[in-house]
């Protein structure tokens, strides 16, 4: 699958696309325009992937076992072919952190949480963390595994939480207008708080909807204030 990269140096910064998107959608529609000083000035490298989710829970065409698990085997792509492809054209110890809007912001906290080993934080923007709210019924362990609002109220394992609690990128942003769901953002919260994990809930004004002009200018202001 392809990846774009742009930039040669700061933190290695991985897109995930929005709903049925793909490598070169940010930019596509000038999110990487917006985000170009940073890269320029050797503060953030960036690399976009595909999703599958025209192969997965967009398909209407597949049964719910048939999307899960190929929602499974794009994780493995990230964690097994993604992140050492960054690390061999960065460092390893370049810090990588996920961001993703819509459905991506999903998969972008999704792969944090679940390898944070491997991930050092997460930017994800108008998103719904509950991976029942596009599953049409579907739910099985998978499923539960894969939904951060599922799974993360009862992650007890002592090294997982501390990994999470070491990192100190998880931005979790919103708007409030057309079509956002702020409260996902805050539920969210709410049980990172509940586990002593740091985060920062960030929801702008009902001006902001759920559309590139939000994330074009979420993102330039969250790399020029806290990276």
Not at 9 to 28: H, M, N, Q, S, V
Not at 64 to 76: F, S, T, V, Y
Not at 87 to 100: A, L, M
Not at 149 to 169: A, K, V, W
């Amino acid at each position: 699958m392809p990846i774009a990269v742009y930039g040669d140096y700061g933190f290695a910064l991985l897109l995930i696309p929005t709903a049925a998107a793909d490598y070169l959608e940010y930019e596509r529609f000038q999110l990487m325009d917006s985000i170009r000083p940073f890269i320029d000035a050797g503060r953030v490298k960036v690399f976009s992937i595909d999703s599958i989710n025209t192969e997965s829970w967009m398909n209407n065409h597949m049964t719910g076992h048939d999307k899960i698990n190929r929602h499974k085997q794009w994780n493995e792509y990230v964690f097994n072919e993604v992140i050492p492809f960054i690390r061999n054209n960065t460092s390893q110890e370049t810090p990588i952190v996920t961001c993703g809007a819509s459905f991506g912001a999903l998969h972008s906290a999704n792969l944090f949480f679940k390898r944070p080993d491997l991930i050092n934080g997460c930017i994800p923007m108008s998103g719904v963390y509950e991976l029942t709210e596009y599953t049409k019924g579907h739910y099985d362990d998978d499923v539960y595994f894969n939904s951060p609002m599922h799974y993360l109220p009862n992650l007890s394992d002592h090294t997982i939480l501390e990994q999470i609690r070491g990192n100190g990128h998880i931005h979790l942003l919103s708007g409030s207008g057309s079509h956002e769901d702020p409260e996902s953002a805050r539920r969210l919260a709410g049980i990172l708080y509940g586990k002593g994990i740091w985060y920062e809930l960030d929801i702008w004004g009902p001006e902001w909807g759920h559309d590139w002009p939000t994330w074009r200018a979420m993102l330039p202001h969250y790399l020029g204030t806290r990276f």
